[in-house]
């Protein structure tokens, strides 16, 4: 199937949003303005870089998401003054 006819597959939803504070329309067409684009792509480039691309993890959150395998007494120190190269040795 051609990658044309997989797209025309695809139903595009619509969305309308109601009682916007004034202030966010004009944020809104003002970042569009920035960024070359219409309003209505802005909102869409907005709706989809939030809601489905990934989020970077911060530092802390890579951390605490490794799983605990052990205590420091489990595990061989290196002594200080050998090599860096012979950590694994």
């Known amino acids: 199937m051609s990658r044309f006819k997989m797209i025309s597959l695809i139903s595009m939803?619509?969305?309308?949003?109601?009682?916007?504070?004034?202030?966010?329309?004009?944020?809104?067409?003002?970042?569009?303005?920035?960024?070359?684009?219409?309003?209505?792509?802005?909102?869409?480039?907005?709706l989809e870089s939030l809601l489905v691309q990934p989020v970077a993890k911060s530092f802390v959150q890579a951390l605490s998401a490794m799983p605990n395998v052990g205590q420091d007494e489990d595990f061989q120190r290196v002594e200080e003054g050998r090599n860096v190269r012979d950590v694994f040795d």
């Open 13 to 46: 939803a619509n969305l309308i949003v109601r009682n916007l504070d004034p202030r966010i329309v004009d944020a809104l067409k003002q970042r569009a303005a920035r960024h070359g684009r219409s309003a209505e792509a802005e909102h869409r480039a907005l």
